[in-house]
């Protein structure tokens, strides 16, 4: 079984964001970039699931411009197969990137599709659900444990939900979206760092895809949230009350 694993260059989780003079988006230059953080774990999962000898291959998969090719390197040297490089210069929605992963799907047959839940720049939790309907395949979001059963063609997904787990049953081929407890991304090794060096990846074009891109969204502005107000130390438990009924009025 082949693996396909979409991952997403973003902004580092431990870089304070900045939004842009004209409030056009988030300040990007000469910021620290990383693979997204779901993204990782869906790459572990698929390195995971090809150690258990249930996978033959992970193809990583990257969308956007000439810099996505560091986030493939990274994803080669954590053990990956194969990377694919889809060079799209322009700001692209999870519409247009469920299409694109589609046209990678249709070519390249895998037997499983994974990504991330959501990407932690625009939060959009969009692009997994599109693909699959796209596709037409069976599809488990935010998943904490994934279990194969070869004989069948079956893989059992646990996700959390708001009342406990919640379990279902997908026939492959499948999309799968991970979450955050599924597992533990491993750390690249010096000596897979260089190897992914000198490792080939394959560049493609929308076009080459026969994928039209255009722009389904528009992003109006980009702005702070309101800064907190510092909090007051109160002298008693009867002056909290007194905040509460009289200022708060949640009493």
């Known amino acids: 079984m082949k693996i396909i694993v979409a991952i997403k260059r973003v902004v580092d989780y431990a870089v304070k964001i900045r939004v842009k003079p004209d409030k056009s988006g988030v300040e990007t230059s000469n910021v620290k970039m990383s693979m997204n953080p779901f993204c990782e774990i869906a790459l572990e999962e698929a390195l995971r699931i090809k150690e258990s000898g249930r ?23 954590m053990g990956a197969d194969r990377a694919i490089h889809v060079d799209y210069p322009g700001t692209l929605y999870p519409l247009s990137i469920a299409k694109i992963l589609k046209a990678l799907v249709d070519a390249e047959k895998p037997g499983l599709l994974l990504l991330g839940k959501q990407a932690i720049d625009d939060d959009c939790n969009q692009t997994g659900q599109m693909v699959a309907g796209l596709l037409k395949w069976p599809q488990a979001t935010f998943a904490s444990k994934v279990v194969f059963d070869e004989e069948n063609k079956v893989a059992t997904v646990d996700r959390e939900v708001d009342g406990g787990i919640e379990t279902l049953s997908l026939d492959l081929p499948a999309v799968i979206t991970t979450d955050l407890r599924l597992n533990q991304p491993r750390y690249a090794t010096l000596p897979n760092i260089m190897k992914a060096k000198s490792k080939v990846i394959k560049k493609v074009t929308p076009h080459d895809l026969n994928v039209e891109i255009k722009s389904d969204l528009e992003a109006v502005q980009v702005a702070e949230p309101p800064k907190r107000k510092s ?14 009924k009289n200022e708060a009025r949640v009493i």
Request: glycine letters at 8%.
């Open 55 to 77: 996978a033959s291959e992970v193809v990583v998969v990257s969308v956007g411009p000439a810099q996505c090719v560091d986030t493939l390197r990274t994803g080669l040297a």
């Open 231 to 244: 909090g007051t130390v109160l002298s008693s438990v009867d002056e909290l009350i007194d905040r509460l």
